[in-house]
């Protein structure tokens, strides 16, 4: 039984999951607008905006944090030196999530992912 688990399984192994929400941050930071599930798209929002407001900083420390989660250096330019500036007066809610319907080949509820 799976109660009081908050993590959402995405049908993976942790390893597997954690690449996945990796690549889908990555998209999200890089091209500022992806279209994936429901619920992949609420387990991103998490990380992307952990990920903003570790960027808030502009520090060493937090540009070493990001370069330890991402495989390459351009999402992590992106994080420091654009959006990072963009959301300094926000105190969170940098992504918005909006529901697009369902697939069609197998019914699954989509929805589209991007930064306010």
Excluded at 20 to 46: C, G, M, N, W
Aim: with cysteine.
């Amino acid at each position: 039984m799976r109660h009081r688990n908050i993590t959402k399984t995405l049908g993976r192994k942790p390893t597997a999951r954690k690449a996945v929400l990796r690549d889908l941050a990555t998209s999200i930071v890089v091209y500022e607008k992806v279209k994936t599930t429901q619920v992949k798209a609420k387990q991103a929002q998490r990380v992307v905006e952990r990920l903003i407001t570790k960027s808030k900083k502009g520090d060493l420390a937090a540009r070493r944090a990001l370069l330890s989660y991402f495989c390459t250096e351009q999402p992590v330019n992106k994080l420091m030196e654009v959006l990072g500036p963009r959301y300094m007066e926000r105190d969170g809610g940098y992504t918005r999530i909006t529901k697009l319907g369902c697939r069609q080949g197998d019914a699954a509820p989509m929805a589209q992912i991007e930064l306010v």
